[in-house]
C-alpha cells in the first residue's frame, strides 16, 4: 500500500478560494477521490476520478491532478463548507484514505 | 435510492469479537462491492475492507488477521466480524458501497455505528 499525505488544516475567509492538496508517495498515481465530512455525520463524496463531481454538489466544489499531487479547490467558500475533506485513492492491496484536512472558515 | 444502516452491539470486552451488519435497502447487493470503514475518536478514516456480492474479499493487511467480512444475498445484508478487540478498536464503524471505475471509491455510506471497547 501507499501513503496520501494532507495538510492537517485549511483556513479561508468566506468567498476565498480553498485548496487543499494530497500528494502520493507511489508511482504511477492512481485516480483521486475526495469526501466531505461534517462533526457527527458519514463522509459525503464530493469528488471521484480526480474531478468528476457527483450530481447534487455544489460546482465550487473542483478537483485536479498534476503529478503525484491532486488537489481539492472549493471557490468562493461558504460557512457551510467549514469539514473535514478526505482524499483516497486504492491499489491492487487496498483502498488508503489520507490524514485529512480540516478546513476552518474564518 | 440506495441507503445503508449498520447494527450491532455498542459495547464490547476487550478479547471478544466486535460483530455488526450493514442492511441495504432501497437497492440490491447483487453486483457491487461492499466496505466497512472506522474511525477513531477524534481521528481519521480507516478502511477495514471490502467484499464482492459473490463472497470475494479483500482486507486491509493492518487487520487482516483478525478481519472477516461475509455477505447474505438473502437478506441484503454484509456483516463485519472483528476478533480479540483492544481499546484501540473503539470508533465509529461505516459500511458503504464501493464503486469501481478505474478504480474502487465509496458513493454510498450509512450513518455510522458507535463501538466501545471496554470492560
Known amino acids: 500500500s501507499y501513503e496520501l499525505t494532507q495538510p492537517p488544516s485549511v483556513s479561508v475567509s468566506p468567498g476565498q478560494t480553498a485548496r487543499i492538496t494530497c500528494s502520493a508517495d507511489?508511482?504511477?498515481?492512481?485516480?483521486a477521490y475526495w469526501y466531505q465530512q461534517k462533526p457527527g455525520q458519514a463522509p459525503v463524496l464530493v469528488i471521484y476520478k480526480d474531478s468528476e463531481r457527483p450530481s447534487g454538489i455544489p460546482e465550487r466544489f473542483s478537483g485536479s491532478s498534476s503529478g503525484t499531487t491532486v488537489t481539492l479547490t472549493i471557490s468562493g467558500v461558504q460557512a457551510e463548507d467549514e469539514a473535514d475533506y478526505y482524499c483516497?485513492?486504492?491499489?491492487?492491496?487496498?483502498?488508503?484514505f489520507g490524514g485529512g484536512t480540516k478546513l476552518t472558515v474564518l | 435510492q440506495v441507503q445503508l444502516q449498520e447494527s450491532g452491539p455498542g459495547l464490547v470486552k476487550p478479547s471478544e469479537t466486535l460483530s455488526l451488519t450493514c442492511t441495504v435497502s432501497g437497492g440490491s447487493i447483487s453486483s457491487y462491492y461492499w466496505s466497512w470503514i472506522r474511525q477513531p475518536p477524534g481521528k481519521g478514516l480507516e478502511w477495514i475492507g471490502y467484499i464482492y456480492y459473490s463472497g470475494s474479499t479483500n482486507y486491509n493487511p493492518s487487520l487482516k488477521s483478525r478481519v472477516t467480512i461475509s455477505v447474505d444475498t438473502s437478506k441484503n445484508q454484509f456483516s463485519l466480524k472483528l476478533s480479540s478487540v483492544t481499546a484501540a478498536d473503539t470508533a465509529v464503524y461505516y459500511c458503504?458501497?464501493?464503486?469501481?471505475?478505474?478504480?474502487?471509491?465509496?458513493?454510498?455510506w450509512g450513518k455510522g455505528t458507535t463501538v466501545t471497547v471496554s470492560s
Open positions: 483516497q485513492s486504492a491499489d491492487s492491496s487496498g483502498i488508503t
Open positions: 458503504a458501497r464501493v464503486m469501481v471505475a478505474a478504480n474502487y471509491y465509496m458513493d454510498v
Open positions: 507511489a508511482l504511477p498515481k492512481q485516480y
